[in-house]
């Protein structure tokens, strides 16, 4: 069972708010990732850190921002929703060691929705 | 290009069945390759995890095989279950980076009916 939880489940707010996802997780992983996903379509990495204040851009351009402040927790930020922004968001983790190149396991946290109306 | 393709889209089968999911992919060099559940709503859940010289791996009714000259693998569910139903998703690592790269196929959506 991974120990990596999102908040909120589910969220519905107005153009122009600011909203925080929070991830957490308590395996003491120091990668950490953010996937966005629309219904039926694949995981696009949008975010991801090494370890605290280690913090990239993924493959998929996003308007959100990151932090690592701490070695648990990585939240991602939109300044100012818009309907665009309207998806799913995974959060993951795993260890950061060489164990990554013969496959350790990458947890994900149950995902969070974001409606931007 | 790196990518990753599987097949069917979509699937649907009677409880008790068995079937067989495809992946394809194309990522160089290859690092392991994964399957991941993810039932509607929630987050994926590793099913197995494969590396270059493993063949073949096992999860309770779940087998993954792994064909690495043909970049091919598949994952045989056994016996299936009402609870199978779930979106089932191949993750190709590449090992030409220190993030080792991910790359995710779209899924199989899986329905088991009564």
């Known amino acids: 069972e991974a120990d990596i939880y999102q908040t909120p489940r589910y969220l519905v707010i107005g153009t122009g708010k600011k909203i925080t996802l929070e991830c957490s997780q308590t395996m003491g992983h120091d990668k950490m990732y953010w996937y966005q996903q629309d219904p039926g379509m694949e995981l696009h990495l949008i975010h991801y850190s090494y370890g605290v204040n280690s913090t990239e851009k993924g493959d998929l351009s996003s308007e959100s921002t990151v932090s690592r402040i701490r070695t648990e927790h990585f939240p991602l930020t939109l300044e100012s929703a818009r309907p665009s922004h309207t998806s799913q968001y995974l959060c993951?983790?795993?260890?950061?060691?060489?164990?990554?190149?013969?496959?350790?396991?990458?947890?994900f946290g149950e995902g969070s929705w974001l409606t931007v109306v | 290009k790196n990518q990753v393709e599987q097949s069917p889209q979509s699937l649907i089968i009677l409880e008790g069945k068995n079937c067989t999911l495809q992946?394809?992919?194309?990522?160089?060099?290859?690092?392991?390759l994964r399957w991941y559940k993810q039932d509607t709503g929630r987050g994926p859940v590793s099913l197995t995890i494969?590396?270059?010289?493993?063949n073949t791996k096992s999860n309770g009714r779940y087998t993954a095989t792994l064909d690495a000259d043909t970049k091919q693998s598949s994952l045989h569910i056994t016996a299936s279950q009402l609870s199978d139903s779930a979106s089932y998703i191949c993750v190709v690592s590449d090992r030409g980076s220190t993030l080792g790269r991910l790359y995710f196929g779209r899924g199989t959506q899986l329905t088991v009916w009564p």
């Open positions: 993951a983790s795993n260890a950061n060691r060489e164990s990554e190149l013969s496959g350790n396991t990458i947890y």
């Open positions: 992946c394809n992919y194309t990522v160089s060099p290859f690092s392991n």
């Open positions: 494969m590396t270059f010289s493993e």
